[in-house]
């Protein structure tokens, strides 16, 4: 998953170049080559942000009809990732203003999740990272999924996050010094890394 | 607030987040510098998370969210050729109601004499003692003439809707 932005293996996706300038609505089988590369990546990064299945599948509905509403001038791979990343955020951030429901509908953990995560099996692992990465704000996880699996440069995570780029190396730092802070607090030494 | 503490705290993340921690220089750097240590493994601790299965789960058809978008599309469409009727909707209604007013001015004194043929002979005679200010009357008229002018602009505009779609 990390560095996978900046491949393009599809040559349907990226036919048309920037020379044509008239904005058109995708075509179905562009859409099917969308959502067979991106799909995947952006609902993970839906679920870590909201932590619910059913949010994560509302989300990727909602990003990829605005997407097919929308005429593109660009057929750019990278320029498509981004805006449908940008636009599943926004509305990622819609629906904790209309309700606080990612906090509230987080799926729960398992009993698993209660075991450390140097004795446990790798779903308590698997939870207890989750939960850690759950206990950092919205606007930290979305940051830190951006940048550092995502590999958003800092100009595209802020055009995401409605940020100023300039802003965007310094929330980085406090959202990964709080991580650190969150994961010395819960026994994740240097060697988990 | 300096959001960095290690000037070569930038190369050294580039070399973390690519995953070349383990390559001397770096790995020598880490150990000597507990900012650049806590900021790569957060890092190295996202990459993990990253990788960690997620709940095996069918994503969405894609079959069903083209169709769906296809549909927000023509709503959207519908909703944008049906913009500028719903702003004639009003446009008519102040015209109407302009058109009502210039009516009941130029032709005041026909309708009152009219009024007061059509009305009983009492309230003939009081509509004839104080012509043409008499606030029954006049509210029966308005009523009247407001009721069939808002059913006929009514009727023209669906008339208009439906030719429309």
Redesign the interface.
Known sequence: ??GQAATLDVEDVGAHTQADARPE?LT?SE??DL??LH??PL??YL??LTGN?ADA?DL??EA??????IPFATRDDRELRAYLFRVATNAATDLWRRGGRGTRRSEPLTSESAVSPDHGDGAA??HD??RT?RDLKPQERML??LA??E?FAHPEIAEALGLKAASV??LL?????K??AL?RKKG?G?G?? | MLHRTCAQQPDILSAVAAGRERETLVAAHLTACPSCREQADAISWMHRLADAPEPSRPLPDPGVIWWKGQLLRRWQAERVASAPIERMHWVELVAGCACLVVFLVWQWRGLSTLVSRAIPAGVAAMSTAAPPSNPLVLVLVLCGTATVGAMVLAGLHRMLYRSHL
Request: proline share 4%.
């Open positions: 998953m990390v609505l179905e859409f099917q959502y067979r799909a995947r609902w993970a679920y870590r299945t599948d990727l509905q990829y009809c605005r997407l097919l509403a692992l698997k990272m989750s990465f830190l999924w550092h699996v590999g190396p310094v730092f406090r959202a990964r010094r991580l650190a994961l994740y240097p988990e890394r």
